[in-house]
């Protein structure tokens, strides 16, 4: 079975090569998997694409900004049956990412999403980002009775048939809310068998892209104008 792993990044070089080398391949080569390392690179002014490039990973530069437009076009030319996702600062725990395929291929789920809060690490969230995450999860498990606790965790697993189900890719969200929306689609699918589970979350490595009230503010307003819609 082929595995796509698709990061997104923005000037991560201090990131993306500890990320890259945390995958454990010789697990995947166990299990007879074939592992796709797809970097979206938001056109970096720093060493990253040389750095993932180095590491024996593809880079596709994508100038459009945003990290959901990162997402469509990386997604789409993703070759995998199955596709793990994460971020380039070292705060996901890719270490642990052919367990998660594991649990996927055993329980029989389309999608995986991976819940920040059952291992935090001390550093890793501020109480601003916390309490945002908060919100956030409150107003989607209202609004979309979705049952997860991190609607803003970056990590999913899942197989690449799942998105023929939802709608095209073009009309997900291009920025932050993606991370959301996708979720929300996926879990709400009659079709689609999704899980949340228990993760971890470790400090980042570099500096953070995120503006805390800005992107939660979009975050919250696409919730309800989705759910209005």
């Known amino acids: 079975m082929k595995i796509s792993i698709v990061i997104p990044t923005l000037n991560e070089e201090e990131g993306i ?5 945390s995958i454990n ?28 490039e180095g590491k024996g990973a593809k880079v ?14 990386g997604l789409k030319e993703a070759k995998g049956d199955i596709i793990i996702t994460g971020d380039a600062d070292g705060t996901y725990p890719f270490h642990l990412s052919h367990e998660y395929v594991d649990m996927l291929l055993e329980k029989n789920l389309d999608f995986i999403t991976t819940n920040r809060f059952a291992g935090l690490e001390k550093g890793a969230m501020s109480f601003k980002h916390r309490l945002g995450n908060f ?6 498990r209202m609004l979309y009775r979705v049952k997860i606790k991190d609607s803003q965790s970056g990590m999913w697993i899942f197989r690449k048939e799942a998105l023929k189900k939802l709608k095209d890719l073009e009309e997900f969200d291009d920025g932050m809310p993606f991370s959301e929306e996708i979720k929300i689609e996926m879990f709400s699918h009659p079709e689609i068998r999704a899980m949340e589970v228990p993760s971890k979350l470790f400090e980042r490595r570099g500096e953070a892209k995120i503006e805390s009230f800005g992107d939660g503010w979009k975050n919250l307003k696409f919730l309800i104008k989705k759910r209005w819609q």
């Open 25 to 52: 391949m010789k697990e995947f080569e166990k299990r007879g998997h074939e592992v796709e390392m797809l970097i979206v690179d938001g056109n970096s002014k720093d060493r990253t694409r040389e750095i993932a």
């Open 17 to 21: 090569g500890a990320t890259l080398d």
């Open 135 to 140: 919100i956030l999860s409150s107003t989607l």
């Open 60 to 73: 596709i530069i994508e100038p459009r900004k945003g990290y959901g437009r990162a997402y469509k076009t």
